[in-house]
């Protein structure tokens, strides 16, 4: 019998995590405190990553673990208790990217199934089958690759293929960089980077023309040569399920609980359509128009179906496109009224949107009134605070708030 396809979320919080997973996800990957690509994100105490395991568990779902750093001799001390430690919690999963890192999971951890990080950038076969053969159970394939590539690699290699299907890309190869390092001295490699490629940048010919400056392409924002667009597959999920691609990845774990609950619902629809032979134009359409909800650069799709991959990335401005805005979060119903907790401005009379788990399930009202925690009448609400508002059919706990821009 073949297995369902995975959809695997970022959790970067532990309400991350519960979020993604409530709107869809089968799998969520996470990171700690130590060890982890995204020192900058919220990331789990020990504590944490067991309610995490816990939780995810109780719905039947999966928890991978980031243990994706380049090891330097100082991190190998205390990573073997640190491994033990999680193999005690029953995680189901390590990523890693370090060969040394996969020598100590597999003495340290040796029930655990190991993961192979994009950044030890897989991009042919034979790199799969030698991995496959030091007991490397699924690949997390280079973003570079074309479906005919992920297609052969899946005929020549009998492992887990998993890709990244939706989110930021970097603009090295594989998401090996030196330039946050070497302009800030945060390294990219260990989980610091300053996304110096997103800087605008000019040409300045230094022996006669010192400090005369050159836009690379002129442009009245400035340049950006070495900015990325957004990678978004949702289109092509069908194709990638042809090519032998199980899981399919959505990056961003230091993103909103918005994005989170809005990207993993929408790839979910896609890949259930995908699954059940349903797939549409209007379905592509109105996923097309969720995706564009959330704060995101230029979509691409990447090196999928150009090698050259020219398309992804050069644009001509590093800022963000918008057309939602988060309003809030249910926290319960009671009667005809939701009490929701505010995390973005809206007022007695705007149209908002109640997102539920689907989409079928989603509602659009105009607020005709709105009350604080005491069911007292207000105007208009504050971040951080609780009100009651109307709704006209059912919500749940984590039902997000959204209005359109």
Same mark, same amino acid.
């Given at each position: 019998m073949q297995r369902s396809l995975e959809l695997l979320a970022p959790a970067g919080s532990l309400e991350k995590l519960k979020i993604a997973l409530a709107y869809g996800a089968d799998a969520v990957y996470l990171g700690g405190q130590e060890f982890s690509l995204r020192t900058r994100s919220q990331n789990f105490s020990m504590a944490e990553i067991r309610e995490g395991i816990e939780y995810a568990h109780s719905l039947q779902r999966r928890v991978y673990f980031t243990l994706n750093i380049y090891a330097h001799n100082r991190d190998i001390e205390s990573m073997p208790a640190y $491994?033990?430690?999680?193999?005690?919690?029953?995680?189901?999963?390590?990523?890693?990217?370090?060969?040394?890192?996969?020598?100590?999971?597999?003495?340290?951890?040796?029930?655990?199934?190991?993961?192979?990080?994009?950044?030890?950038?897989?991009?042919?076969?034979?790199?799969?089958?030698?991995?496959?053969?030091?007991?490397?159970?699924?690949? $997390?394939?280079?973003?570079?690759?074309?479906?005919?590539? $992920?297609?052969? $690699?899946?005929?020549?290699?009998?492992? @887990?293929?998993?890709?990244?299907?939706? +989110?930021?890309?970097?603009?090295?190869?594989? +998401?090996?960089?030196?330039?946050?390092?070497?302009?800030?001295?945060?390294?990219?490699?260990?989980?610091?980077?300053?996304?110096?490629?997103?800087?605008?940048?000019?040409?300045?010919?230094?022996?006669?023309?010192?400090?005369?400056?050159?836009?690379?392409?002129?442009?009245?924002?400035?340049?950006?040569?070495?900015?990325?667009?957004?990678?978004?597959?949702?289109?092509?999920? +069908?194709?990638?399920?042809d090519s032998g691609v199980f899981s399919f990845k959505i990056e961003g774990r230091m993103k909103s609980i918005f994005y989170a609950a809005t990207i993993a619902r929408a790839y979910r629809e896609a890949l259930d359509a995908v699954a059940q032979g349903t797939w549409s134009d209007e379905l592509a359409l109105r996923l097309d128009e969720e995706l564009g909800l959330v704060s995101h650069r230029r979509y691409t799709t990447g090196f999928l179906l150009d090698p050259s991959g020219q398309d992804a990335v050069y644009q001509e401005s590093s800022s963000y496109i918008r057309k939602?805005?988060?309003?809030?979060?249910?926290?319960?119903?009671?009667?005809?009224?939701?009490?929701?907790?505010?995390?973005?401005?809206?007022?007695?009379?705007?149209?908002?949107?109640?997102?539920?788990?689907?989409?079928? @399930?989603?509602?659009?009202?105009?607020? @005709?009134?709105?009350?604080d925690e005491a069911r007292l009448p207000i105007h208009f609400t504050k971040p951080n605070s609780l009100v009651w508002i109307p709704v006209t059919r059912p919500v749940q706990e984590n039902f997000l708030v959204r209005s359109r821009i």
């Open positions: $491994i033990e430690e999680l193999a005690a919690m029953h995680v189901d999963a390590m990523i890693v990217s370090d060969p040394g890192v996969l020598r100590l999971v597999h003495r340290y951890a040796p029930k655990v199934a190991v993961h192979l990080s994009t950044q030890a950038n897989t991009t042919n076969w034979e790199s799969a089958l030698f991995w496959q053969d030091l007991g490397v159970e699924r690949l $997390i394939l280079a973003r570079e690759l074309t479906l005919s590539e $992920i297609r052969e $690699i899946h005929q020549n290699a009998s492992i @887990d293929l998993e890709v990244f299907v939706h +989110g930021a890309m970097c603009m090295a190869y594989s +998401g090996r960089c030196l330039l946050s390092n070497f302009m800030t001295g945060r390294d990219a490699n260990r989980g610091d980077c300053a996304q110096s490629c997103r800087w605008e940048y000019a040409v300045m010919e230094k022996l006669s023309r010192h400090n005369e400056y050159y836009p690379i392409e002129e442009d009245g924002r400035g340049t950006y040569v070495f900015n990325s667009k957004d990678l978004n597959l949702i289109r092509h999920l +069908g194709a990638l399920a939602g805005q988060f309003l809030g979060r249910v926290i319960r119903q009671e009667g005809d009224q939701a009490l929701v907790e505010v995390r973005g401005k809206f007022k007695r009379g705007q149209t908002i949107e109640i997102m539920g788990w689907r989409l079928a @399930d989603d509602q659009s009202l105009v607020v @005709d009134s709105i009350e």
